[in-house]
Each structure stands twice: as C-alpha cells, then as structure tokens.
C-alpha cells in the first residue's frame, strides 16, 4: 500500500498540471499512511542522485533550495538529510565532495511538524528537485572511478593560507593588501612550480573546472571579483546568475588557490566597505545601495588590476624558459571552457552610478597596486566571464 500511496501522491502533486489544490491533495495522501515514509525518502535521495547525474553537486544543490523564495529553513534541512544519506552509500566520494558535506546546514530536527506540514514540505522540496536541468558536469559522480587526492598539501599553499587568514584577520588594511599581495605572489609561483613539474614529468593531465558560489546581493559585482582573480591564476570563470554560481575552469592547483583567494578578498572587501560606510555616516552622508555596488565594483576592477601584476611580474621573472609551457596550458584551460561553454555572452555591471562609493572601493584596493593606470567605471564588467545564455 505504502509505494502505492507514494506513486498517487507524485502523480498529483508532481508528475501533474500542479498547483495548490494538487499538493494539499498529495500531503493528505502521505499524511494518512505512516507505511509511505519509508518509500518516500527513498525516493527523495533517487532525486537527489539523478541531480548529481545531471551535473549537480550537493553544494549546488542545497544552493538551489536556498535561492527557491517559497521554500523556508524545513526545506533546507531535508535536502541536507538527503544528501547525506545518498552519499553514504559510496565507499569514496569525488574530490571536493568532502568539504561540501562538512559545509551542510546542521541535520537538526527543527520545529516539529504533523505529519501534514511534513509532507507539504518534502513534496515542495521534490518538486524543486525533479525540475533541476542537467548542467555541465565539473567532475564525476559517486559511483565513478575517481582520483583520490594525495593526503596533506603542498606547502605553498599552507604558507597561502596562513597568510589570506593574517589578512582577514588584521584590523590595519595597508596590512591586509600587502599580506594579501604576498599570497598572489606565491600562488603565481606555486603555479609556475606546478606547470614545470608538469613538463618535465611529462604529465598527461588537462583542464578541470569546479562551481564556487556567487550569493546575494551585489552578485554581478562579485562574479566580476571571481573573474579577475580568475583571469590572474591562469583560469577562465563562467557565471550563471540563474544559478547562483561561477564556474571556474582550470588546471587543478590553479583552481585551489582560486577559490581561497576569491573568499578571502569577499572578507576583507566586506571590512573595508563596513568601514568606509561608517566615515560616510560620520561624515553626514548616508550611504545606500548604489553605494556598496559601487564600492564593491571599484574594488573588483582595481583588485583585478594588482593581481594581473603581480602574476606578471612572476611569469616573466620565474617563468621565462617555461613560456610554450604556459602558453600551451593557457590554450587548454581555453578550449575547455570553450567546449563547457560554446555560448556566452559579456555582461556590464548595472548600477555603478555613485561616485563616493567608486572611490571609496578604489582606495581600498589601491593601497596595494603595484602600478597601473587609474581605473574607469565603464571597464567594470565580466572580462572574460560570462553569464549564460
């Protein structure tokens, strides 16, 4: 009787035209036969795993139930649940997987529901699920033949770490973006390391990609910030803004200190903007939303510009004799993302209209430039990123 219930239950509420009336119908159903629970959470993580078999991830995937605006914190624990319990199926997990799970939203109860509100919640949350479209896969799924990282890392990128923490952590911004200078400088020789071991080894490996989230609100601004540090560590980013995420194509060491570097400077734009509000309040000024996004894209482009510096300044210092190299490496990560992404478009930042917060944002990436011309607003947009078509 239980699989039956569940099969009439997605019929109304799923499979069907939909609406309220459909889902009341179907959460009835389930909420009358306490012998379906066990069918319907394991169907919940079928769902789950033909998201990961579209290209999903479970960071992806929880991101998605965050971003739906008629689904609530019930939702997002249930989808945690299942996502867990899907992967302890698997003896070995793809890369990155692990630090996705560690990042779930905690698997606690919550409020408790009837049984009625319980199915209402599940059935909207399979409902998001099943709707899912596949996407470019970034790696494999559970299940698939899976390279397992060596345990530990390199001792660049402790050293990387250790400094973007000093970074975030010190309350002297000159500090923070010279720190901040130090570690692009090692991930630029980190990856120049990385591209002669390559060469001389002769290793046959290619272009990765992974998804690093670009949330709410001033996103456009941000994916710009991915992009330059992107653009900096010999990467290429795509943003998707319907998603909510960038994906990030490179060589595996690349997209590593990619990613480290991208939160790091999300901490410590976050600061700098805290602080530069709080002399405009004191200032007599009061400060909106049009002023962060301008912060926040003045900081991106003159950011980009020092990390471009930088990496250049490595390259050719380090990286003279092992130009085809780079250069060969460079058209890889392009043809990979040419083949993920055939179809992308450039996008202008909107919104970049407040002259206070484009200063304010400048200087507080200026501090730590190593040369360049002054900055212009209408060179804020996605450089080589793109969204989706």
Request: glycine share 10%; proline share 6%.
């Amino acid at each position: 009787m239980s699989t039956s219930t569940v099969e009439r239950a997605f019929v109304a509420a799923l499979y069907g035209p939909g609406g309220d009336g459909d889902l009341d119908t179907a959460a009835s159903l389930l909420a009358a036969d306490p012998a379906a629970d066990a069918e319907l959470a394991l169907r919940g993580r079928e769902f789950v795993r033909r998201a990961w078999e579209r290209g999903w991830q479970p960071a992806d995937v929880i991101r998605m139930v965050v971003r739906e605006e008629s689904l609530d914190a019930a939702h997002v624990r249930l989808a945690a649940r299942l996502v867990r319990a899907e992967c302890t199926r698997y003896d070995t997990l793809p890369p990155r997987w692990a630090a996705q799970l560690a990042e779930l939203p905690p698997d606690g109860d919550g409020p408790r529901q009837d049984r009625f509100s319980s199915a209402t919640v599940t059935l909207e949350l399979y409902r998001l699920l099943l709707r899912l479209p596949a996407i470019e896969p970034v790696g494999p799924v559970p299940g698939q033949p899976v390279t397992v990282p060596v345990v530990g890392e390199p001792r660049a990128l402790a050293r990387i770490r250790a400094l973007l923490a000093k970074a975030e952590a010190t309350g002297y911004p000159p500090e923070a973006e010279a720190l901040t200078a130090k570690a692009q400088e090692l991930m630029a020789r980190h990856s120049v390391d990385e591209a002669l071991l390559a060469s001389r080894t002769h290793a046959e490996d290619a272009p990765a990609a992974c998804r690093i989230g670009v949330d709410a609100p001033y996103e456009t601004a941000k994916a710009v910030l991915l992009d330059a540090v992107a653009s900096a560590n010999r990467c290429r980013a795509v943003w998707n803004s319907g998603f909510g995420f960038s994906t990030v194509v490179g060589f595996e060491p690349e997209l590593e200190v990619v990613e480290l570097l991208y939160t790091s400077l999300l901490v410590q734009a976050d600061a700098a903007m805290t602080r530069a509000e709080a002399e405009q309040r004191a200032g007599g000024r009061r400060r909106t939303k049009t002023f962060r996004q301008s912060f926040l894209a003045a900081y991106a482009h003159r950011i980009g510009d020092r990390l471009a510096a930088v990496a250049g300044r490595v390259a050719e210092e380090e990286g003279g004799g092992l130009l085809p190299v780079l250069v060969a490496r460079d058209v890889a990560v392009a043809g990979r993302a040419e083949e993920m992404f055939p179809e992308t478009v450039t996008t202008r930042m909107r919104g970049v209209t407040d002259g206070a917060g484009w200063g304010e944002g400048a200087a507080a990436a200026d501090r730590a430039r190593l040369g360049g011309g002054p900055a212009r607003p209408d060179r804020g947009r996605l450089g080589g990123g793109a969204a989706w078509r």
